[in-house]
C-alpha cells in the first residue's frame, strides 16, 4: 500500500527565510501528489498538485514544489516566508491501489515562522 | 458560500453514547470522505463514499458506520462511544469520477468522550 513520509515533524524557520519541508512516498508508480495547509482550528485548504506535465508545480501564497520520480520525493518550497505561513503543512499522495480518487496524508509538518 | 458543512462544530459526549456527526455539500461531488486527526498522527480515513448508495471502510472503520442516502450528505455515527474516540473529525469531497484533483473539507468537528 502506498505511504506518505514528512520527514520533519516541526520546521522552526525567521521571517522572510527560505523554506523547505520534505514529502517521499513509497511507491514508483504513477501517483497524483498534493500539498494542504491546515490553519490553526481550521480544515485543510489545497496548495497546489502534480498530476503529470512539469515536475516544478506553483500553487497559491507563494508555495512551489517539485516532483522528482526518481528520489519519489515531492518537497514544498517558499523562497521567503512571512509570519501568516505559520501553519501545518500535509504532504498528499493518491492511492492507485485504492478506492479511486482516495489520498493518503502523511502525518503533517508545522512550520513555525518567527519574527 | 459553495462547500461542504459540518455539524457540530464540537461536541463533548458521554462514554457509551450514541451521536451522529453531520456533513453536507453543495458542489455535486460524487465522492465523500471521513477522516480523523489525531496529534502525531496526520488524517486517517474512516470510510468513504465514492456515489450515492455506496459506501466502503477506510484504515480505521471500527467503531464508526456511515449511509450515503443521497449525493449530498454523508453523515458519520458513533453508536457507543469510547474515549479512544475524541478525535478532530474532517468531512471532505472530490468529484471523483474526473480523478482525484484534490479534496474540499469542511471545517472539522472537535469531538471530546469522556
Known amino acids: 500500500a502506498q505511504s506518505v513520509t514528512q520527514l520533519d515533524s516541526q520546521v522552526p524557520v525567521f521571517e522572510e527565510a527560505p523554506v523547505e519541508l520534505r514529502c517521499n512516498y513509497s511507491?514508483?508508480?504513477?501517483?497524483?501528489l498534493f500539498w494542504y495547509v491546515q490553519y490553526p482550528n481550521q480544515g485543510l485548504q489545497l496548495l497546489l498538485k502534480?498530476?503529470?506535465?512539469?515536475?516544478l508545480v506553483k500553487g497559491i501564497n507563494g508555495f512551489e514544489a517539485e516532483f522528482n520520480k526518481s528520489q519519489t520525493s515531492f518537497h514544498l518550497r517558499k523562497p521567503s516566508v512571512h509570519i501568516s505561513d505559520t501553519a501545518e503543512y500535509f504532504c498528499?499522495?493518491?492511492?492507485?491501489?485504492?478506492?479511486?480518487?482516495?489520498?493518503?496524508f502523511g502525518k503533517g509538518t508545522k512550520l513555525s515562522v518567527k519574527p | 458560500t459553495a462547500g461542504i458543512t459540518q455539524a457540530p462544530t464540537s461536541q463533548i459526549l458521554a462514554a457509551g453514547r450514541s451521536m451522529t456527526l453531520r456533513c453536507t455539500q453543495d458542489?455535486?461531488?460524487?465522492?465523500m470522505y471521513w477522516y480523523r486527526q489525531d496529534l502525531g498522527l496526520g488524517l486517517r480515513l474512516i470510510h468513504y463514499?465514492?456515489?450515492?448508495?455506496?459506501?466502503g471502510k477506510g484504515e480505521v472503520p471500527d467503531g464508526y458506520s456511515v449511509s450515503r442516502a443521497n449525493t449530498d450528505d454523508f453523515p458519520l455515527t458513533l453508536a457507543s462511544a469510547v474515549p479512544s474516540q475524541t478525535s478532530v473529525y474532517f468531512c471532505?469531497?472530490?468529484?471523483?469520477?474526473?480523478?482525484?484533483?484534490?479534496?474540499?473539507f469542511g471545517s472539522g468537528t472537535r469531538l471530546t468522550v469522556v
Open positions: 471532505a469531497s472530490s468529484d471523483s469520477s474526473t480523478g482525484p484533483y484534490g479534496y474540499t
Open positions: 511507491s514508483s508508480v504513477s501517483v497524483y
Open positions: 502534480y498530476l503529470s506535465g512539469s515536475t
Open positions: 498528499a499522495v493518491s492511492d492507485p491501489g485504492g478506492s479511486q480518487g482516495n489520498l493518503i
Open positions: 458542489m455535486r461531488h460524487n465522492a
Open positions: 463514499s465514492n456515489t450515492a448508495g455506496t459506501t
